[in-house]
């Protein structure tokens, strides 16, 4: 009975277990239901996402059969949904072996990114696609997710953008007039060839340069940038540039600023060659000049007037005779102010203008004080390149005085001859003046323009004793390069402040209608006549001209008086002017050249010309039968001197240490920067044992050099020497700079601050 009791509880709590279960299970199949419905709406929103993404989108498994495409890539590819089950990638690879190669980047990393190759869709159109590829797991199978982003519109964009660069490239390297882009500091970004040919250098080699060098006023590069930063545009900018050989040119340059890449400013910058405009100016101008100083040392009276009677110049002889100065009744008629005769006057203008030139006639030339002087008038006309009239001229003669009596034209007409010979003199004196001009351009030395200075003065002025004096480059000596005359009456060799003329930098002139003191280096009488005229250029006094004359006898003392006139003291001064032109223009081409043979930063010579001289030192050597020692070192550890120290103390350096060397090496001795912190010395006549002695010093006096920027020391600095000597080393120039160089690197090799002999 108890049995039975006990199984049916049994039965009741499995019963209640049971029921227990069942409710569980429901709960569970309510939230498996509820997952279910979750799943089914994200599998609808992906698959929405899925179809309507802009790029094409796929799921295939690993061999490329297609298991999904979206709608964009049905598109692209030419086939339906239904068409691309089944099908596989690699069918649509125009290269085939482009399918293995994305497999195998899969391999390597599981994933793909921006890989670009070529499809063919169904029509055989072939379009560039960069496709991105991931291994994915979806329904327990690892299939791979790919997107393709069709690029023939940007191949089509970018090639077309490669034809406008190549137009533009086209345009801007066959441009007429040189054309650059820099930036403010001066740093080449392009180059057309005009440019190229006009500065004589490579683009590769602009682009290492700044535009900055090609300037010989560096002040004008500066003017030009500000411009530049104040107004955005310069035109018409003129200046002086000096291209790879040292040749001076004006230009014209146009600026205009342009925002390029990561929108940086730059100047675009046109650059014209304008120095045969300014040779055709130069020489409009001296022509100008020298017409104008004919027009206004004539005695003769010289009138120009316009065709309707204004007056447009007349020359100084014009001016001394009405008391009118040229400003005051310039636009004035003729007849207004300077003759009381104006329907005479008016018919002899018509009378020109009709044709009838040259024409003589003579008219009252009234002066400012009222008096009436008589002229005689030559008048023609001045005429157009077409033929038509442009301006009269006239030529007149006062015969006031002529008229009073026959003894006063006599005398009138001898002061005409006078004239005509003094035309006729300085006509002469003017011809000769520019055949010494013509000469001294041709002189390549200091003593030649002196010498044939000295024989054209006693040419233009035959009575003249003088001498001509050159000041020293310390400003305190001035010596006779040439001397004429008996007795000279001057000092050979004086202080420049004993003369006058240097001391109001203008001429000084001493004679009885120019009282003053004589100059303390005139040893002549003092009734003589004395004159001083400082050589000048570009405000500098680079030497004095003197001349001087003392009288005896009536005749002298009668010529003493006309022996420097004024007209005299004019020519003189133009003499001055061109001697001192001369000695600039030698001075000029001497520091162009030193400039191509120099280093700027040290004050030693350039690679280039150590090797030519290295060159003709080897063959003398050869040919005297001795030996050349060279000497080639670099600074120890500059590029770590340099971070420190920065780039101003690294030139510092440089350039305290191109001082050393000129003390420390001979005149003889070729001192040359070889390239950045390296150096090379060619000490001619020097065996191997004294080469070394020598390199040995060099390096102790470097190790003690100090150096000071901004006011600190930068610290010791040391270097290591490579020692070479031909011919024991080398017979050519590349053997010999060779062998030096192998000595230099096993100098620094072993340990730098050491001298190092070549073996070899």
């Known amino acids: 009975m108890e049995q039975q009791q006990m199984k049916k509880e049994q039965i009741i709590a499995q019963i209640e277990n049971l029921t227990k279960e069942i409710a569980a299970l429901k709960i569970a ?7 279910e419905n979750l799943l089914r709406k994200s599998d609808e929103k992906f698959r929405f996402l899925f179809d309507t993404a802009p790029i094409g989108l796929s799921i295939s498994n690993a061999e490329g059969k297609i298991i999904s495409a979206n709608s964009t890539l049905q598109e692209l590819l030419g086939y339906t949904m239904e068409e691309l089950k089944g099908m596989n990638f690699v069918q649509f690879y125009t290269d085939k072996d482009e399918r293995k190669r994305l497999l195998d980047k899969l391999y390597e990393s599981n994933h793909v990114r921006d890989f670009e190759t070529v499809f063919t869709n169904k029509q055989g159109v072939s379009w560039n696609v960069l496709i991105n590829s991931d291994y994915i797991g979806l329904d327990n199978e690892r299939v791979l997710l790919t997107s393709f982003h069709d690029l023939t519109g940007l191949k089509n964009a970018q090639a077309e953008l490669k034809q406008s660069e190549a137009r533009y490239h086209t345009l801007f390297s066959n441009a007429p007039i040189g054309i650059t882009v820099t930036d403010f500091q001066g740093y080449f970004h392009a180059t057309n060839q005009a440019i190229q040919d006009l500065l004589g250098y490579t683009s590769e080699e602009l682009s290492k340069m700044k535009i900055s060098e090609f300037y010989e006023d560096k002040q004008a590069r500066d003017n030009l940038i500000e411009r530049t930063r104040q107004e955005g545009i310069v035109r018409d900018f003129e200046t002086v540039f000096t291209d790879r050989n040292g040749r001076r040119f004006s230009v014209l340059i146009n600026t205009d600023l342009i925002h390029m890449e990561e929108e940086q400013m730059v100047l675009l910058t046109s650059i014209r060659d304008i120095s045969g405009l300014k040779k055709f100016e130069d020489e409009l ?9 004919i027009l206004n040392t004539t005695d003769s009276l010289i009138a120009v007037i316009d065709l309707e009677g204004r007056i447009v110049t007349f020359n100084h002889s014009c001016e001394k005779i009405t008391g ?9 008629f003729l007849w207004e102010l300077l003759t009381s005769e104006k329907e005479e006057t008016k018919e002899a203008i018509s009378k020109m203008l009709g044709g009838e030139y040259p024409y003589i006639y003579e008219t009252y030339f009234k002066t400012k004080t009222g008096e009436d002087r008589v002229v005689s008038w030559t008048g023609t006309v001045i005429n157009r390149t077409d033929g038509k009239a442009d301006y009269l001229m006239s030529t007149g003669i006062d015969i006031t005085e002529s008229r009073k009596a026959k003894q006063a034209l006599q005398e009138a007409n001898e002061k005409l001859a006078e004239w005509i010979k003094a035309l006729e003199e300085r006509s002469e004196e003017m011809s000769r003046l520019s055949e010494m001009g013509g000469q001294l351009q041709l002189c390549q030395t200091v003593e030649e323009v002196c010498s044939i200075s000295a024989q054209y003065i006693r040419m233009i002025c035959n009575k003249s004793r003088g001498a001509i004096y050159l000041i020293n480059p310390s400003k305190d000596l001035a010596e006779a390069m040439q ?5 000279v009456n001057t000092e050979k060799v004086f202080l420049p402040s004993k003369c006058w003329a240097t001391r109001k930098s203008r001429i000084h002139r001493i004679d009885s209608a120019h009282p003053g003191l004589k100059c303390e280096h005139i ?9 001083c005229i400082p050589m000048m250029a570009q405000g500098e006094i680079l030497g004095i001209l003197h001349l001087n ?9 009668n010529l003493k008086e006309t022996l420097y006139n004024d007209h005299k003291i004019q020519l003189v001064n133009s003499i001055a002017e061109h001697i001192a032109l001369a000695l600039t223009n030698l001075r000029l081409r001497e520091t162009l050249r030193q400039q191509s043979i120099r280093d700027v ?3 030693l010579y350039n690679r280039r010309y150590m090797e030519e001289t290295l060159s003709r030192e080897i063959i003398r050597a050869q040919r005297e039968n001795r030996e050349v020692g060279v000497i080639m070192f670099d600074i120890d550890h500059f590029k770590e001197f340099n971070d420190l120290a920065g780039h101003d103390g690294g030139d510092a350096l440089l350039k305290e240490l191109g001082s050393l060397l000129l003390k420390n090496f001979r005149g003889g001795d070729i001192v040359c920067r070889y390239g950045g912190e390296e150096f090379f010395v060619v000490l001619p006549s020097a065996d191997l044992q004294s080469t070394k002695e020598k ?6 006096s470097v190790k003690e050099l100090m150096v000071y920027h901004l006011g600190k020391p930068l610290g010791k600095c040391t270097i290591s020497l490579g020692v070479a000597a031909y011919p024991k080393n080398g017979s050519t120039n590349e053997a010999l700079i060779k062998s030096a160089d192998i000595a230099l690197y096993e100098a620094k090799e072993s340990g730098r601050d050491r001298v190092v002999v070549c073996t070899d």
């Open 523 to 531: 040893t002549g009488p003092d009734e003589g006549q004395y004159i």
């Open 324 to 332: 009118y100065t040229i400003s005051e009744i310039k636009g004035k």
């Open 549 to 557: 004359h003392d009288a005896f006898s009536a005749e002298d003392l």
């Open 29 to 35: 199949e309510k939230k498996h239901e509820r997952t």
């Open 483 to 487: 001397i004429w005359g008996e007795p």
């Open 601 to 603: 930063l040290t004050g």
């Open 285 to 293: 101008k001296r022509e100008r000049d020298f017409n104008r100083a």
């Open 695 to 700: 390199a040995e010093n060099l390096r102790k």
